[in-house]
Structures are given as structure tokens and as C-alpha cells.
């Protein structure tokens, strides 16, 4: 059942019982309502969107980002040939890879200083939270280890495995070049979003060590074929001009992994 997972890793987290209850409320009662009302491919779709949207009330700065994530694996994955099943699988995949940031205190993800090596270790146990949370949703299928493994890396320095080159899955690493173009491509309070064209130059740079170059290269076909539709979309930014550190320091990390100039490129 969908929302034992979501509370087993929220009880156990800093939250406790009372925010267990809070976000596994709603997904239940539109998961059991729809199984009720209306067909059961409706009721998946509500099961993603209601942790969709617990994960966006949770960590409000990176609002649409999973549904961006979520086309942009789409578009990888019509460009290599995938049948709709399993395209509409990675959409999934792309909307709820950062599911785990529900086990996560949200004073991490709020906090406006530098984290600490231990607090960084925390917000790196997102993908572990994730996977227990949709371990139970078996309609996801591949999905799964999307969201366990879409911080891994082609050269075997990612997280939480240290996965590398073939052994991490197509849908993850679908996903993490997914992941990355909109990161770098939306707009933050303490930073412009890069322009398309950029943030497909860093991810060809980054090809082979960090991306997978067929998945990179897939997504560059595609885009130049349809466009981004959010690639003139206004700052959607609803915070104070200080963001919060967790968001700055991923950014930072991920220029540090990638090589690029600090506090300008990829987030998680």
C-alpha cells in the first residue's frame, strides 16, 4: 500500500507521527478514491501527482521542477524509440525522483547557512528515502531505480551506490541528465536560469564522466527538434532573495563534480 512506505520513512525521520499523518492523508484518500470511482490507470496517475505535490509543499523552492524533469525524460525517451509504456514510466520516474526529500528535515532544506558534512550526508540519503517510499508501487516498475539511482555517475563517483557506466539503469540515468538540464535551465533567487543552448554545451562537457553521452545526446536531438516550452517562462521565485542553503550548496557541489565555475550550474 502506497502509504505505509511514505509513513515509515517519515515517522522515523525528525518529523515523527504527527507529520506522517499529515502527508500520507491525502495521497490515501485520493488513491482509495479513485480506486473506487474510475479506472485504475487514473488512480496511478493521482498516486504520482499526490506525492508530487507533497514533495512541492515540503520543498516549495523547486516548485514544477518533477514535472520538468518528468518531460524531459519524455522527450529522451520518444527521441530513443521507447514504446509509450515505458516513456510513461520515465515521466513518472522524472516526476517523483526527488519523492525522498520527504524524509529529509525540512530545516535542511530551509537552512540559509552552509550545511555541515553531516548535515550534507543527510540530504545525500534522499534517493534511499525515495526508493522506500515507492518500493510498494509496483505499476512504476523501472521507475523505481530512477529514484534510487539518478545521482549516480558514469565514472562511478555518485550516490548512493557508487554505480558506474552500464551498471547504473537506462531509466536513472535518463533521469539524471533530465535532472540536471532543468536545474540548470531554471531560474533561483540568487541565480538566472541558463540559457538552453548553455546548458546543453555543459551537459555534452560532462558526457562520459557525469551523463551518459547517448542519453545527453538524445535530449540535445530532441530539443533542437521541439524547443523547451519553459525556456522563456519569468522567475518563478516566491522566496526571500536568500535561498535556501541546501539548494545553493548542491549547485555548488554539482559545478565542483562537473568542473565548472561555482554557484552557476547544476542542482539537485
Known amino acids: 500500500m502506497l502509504t505505509v512506505p511514505v509513513a515509515v520513512v517519515l515517522w522515523r525521520s525528525a518529523y515523527g507521527a504527527l507529520a506522517a499523518l499529515l502527508a500520507v492523508g491525502p495521497v490515501w484518500l485520493a488513491w482509495w ?32 521542477h518533477g514535472e520538468r524533469v518528468g518531460l524531459a525524460a519524455v522527450l529522451i525517451a520518444r527521441e530513443l524509440g521507447l514504446d509509450e509504456e515505458r516513456t510513461e ?24 547557512g552552509p550545511l555541515t558534512p553531516a548535515e550534507r550526508r543527510v540530504m545525500e540519503q534522499h534517493p534511499e528515502h525515495g526508493a522506500e517510499i515507492v518500493r510498494g508501487l509496483d505499476f512504476l516498475g ?10 549516480e555517475r558514469m565514472d562511478g563517483t555518485g550516490y548512493p551506490r557508487g554505480l558506474a557506466g552500464e551498471q547504473i539503469p537506462e531509466a536513472a540515468r535518463i533521469v539524471a541528465v533530465a535532472d540536471a538540464f532543468d536545474a540548470m535551465t531554471s531560474t533561483r533567487c ?22 551518459d553521452p547517448r542519453m545527453v545526446a538524445a535530449l540535445t536531438r530532441a530539443l533542437r527538434r521541439h524547443g523547451w516550452p519553459f525556456a522563456e517562462a519569468p522567475d ?33
Open 190 to 211: 540568487y541565480r538566472p536560469g541558463r540559457p538552453v543552448a548553455a546548458a546543453l554545451e555543459e551537459l555534452e562537457r560532462c558526457a562520459g564522466t557525469q551523463f
Open 33 to 64: 478514491s479513485l480506486r473506487r470511482h474510475r479506472p485504475e490507470h487514473l488512480a496511478r496517475q493521482a498516486a504520482v501527482q499526490a506525492l508530487s505535490q507533497a514533495v512541492q509543499i515540503k520543498d516549495r523552492y523547486t516548485r514544477g
Open 142 to 151: 523501472e521507475a523505481r531505480a530512477a529514484v534510487l539511482h539518478h545521482h
Open 236 to 268: 518563478p521565485c516566491q522566496e526571500p532573495p536568500t535561498a535556501p542553503e541546501a539548494h545553493r550548496e548542491a549547485d555548488r557541489g554539482a559545478d565542483r563534480a562537473a568542473g565548472a565555475a561555482a554557484g552557476s550550474g547544476v542542482a539537485v
Open 89 to 112: 514510466t520515465l515521466r513518472c520516474a522524472g516526476i517523483l525522483h526527488d519523492v525522498g526529500k520527504l524524509g529529509v528535515p525540512a530545516r535542511l532544506l530551509r537552512k540559509a
